[in-house]
């Protein structure tokens, strides 16, 4: 069955630390994998996606993602936290089969000034 | 360009009363989908539209859920009658038909609560 797991409920940062949020996959085929950002009475916003090329993905808001296929595994990263991006993340991949999208359980981000 | 909108942003009901949620997609997206958030664990899908078309409702809990989208633009999502479970916050998004990308593009979600 596919999958997605983010193994951390909240990660905790210090402003001007390097952040990394977690995400882990199972999917059939070949992984097309997303993380969006929701931030407080807000919609989900896009954040970058990987479909194929290279394995270092850059998105919004100066986030990068790295996909490791031999670990099965999409970690989203920063190199300096921001207090402003405190938000909660998810990952997802993208049913082998189907359009839909399939979300991990999200993970708080909260930065601290 | 206008994003995904919904409506209500918020809405509170009791058991076994009738609730419909709205969402109008971006202009010219002819995929609409459906997705659920329950509190504290993951989006789940619901269902999938291709323009007026259910391309795969294998996510819809029961069949007091029902799904439209008259002439392939808005569409509605019914709970009919409401349980304390369907409580949560229902997202709808859309995306361009055909692309590779497979992005898909939210809108705020509605929080539904159901006492």
């Known amino acids: 069955a596919q999958s997605v797991a983010q193994p951390e409920d909240q990660v905790n940062v210090a402003e001007g630390n390097p952040l990394t949020v977690k995400c882990t996959y199972s999917v059939s085929g070949n992984p097309y994998l997303f993380w969006y950002v929701q931030y407080p009475n807000r919609g989900l916003q896009f954040l970058l996606k990987y479909i194929t090329g290279d394995n270092l993905v850059k998105g919004s808001y100066g986030f990068e993602a790295e996909f490791n296929k031999s670990q099965t595994s999409f970690h989203l990263k920063k190199p300096s936290a921001l207090v402003s991006d405190s938000a909660l993340y998810f990952c997802a991949v993208r049913d082998g089969h189907t359009d839909k999208l399939i979300f991990g359980t999200g993970t708080r981000l909260q930065v601290f000034p | 360009e206008a994003g995904v909108t919904q409506f209500p942003s918020h809405s509170v009901i009791e058991k076994g009363q009738t609730v419909t949620l709205r969402c109008d997609p971006i202009s010219g997206h002819d995929n609409l989908y459906w997705y659920r958030r329950v509190m504290g664990k993951e989006i789940k899908f619901l269902l999938h539209f291709v323009k007026e078309s259910k391309q795969d409702e294998s996510g819809m809990p029961n069949n007091r859920f029902l799904a439209e989208r008259t002439g392939g633009t808005y569409s509605t999502l019914k709970v009919q009658p409401a349980e304390l479970e369907d409580s949560g916050v229902y997202f709808c998004?859309?995306?361009?038909?055909?692309?590779?990308?497979?992005?898909?593009?939210f809108g705020p979600g509605t929080r539904l609560t159901v006492t």
């Open positions: 998004a859309s995306s361009v038909l055909g692309r590779s990308s497979y992005e898909q593009y």
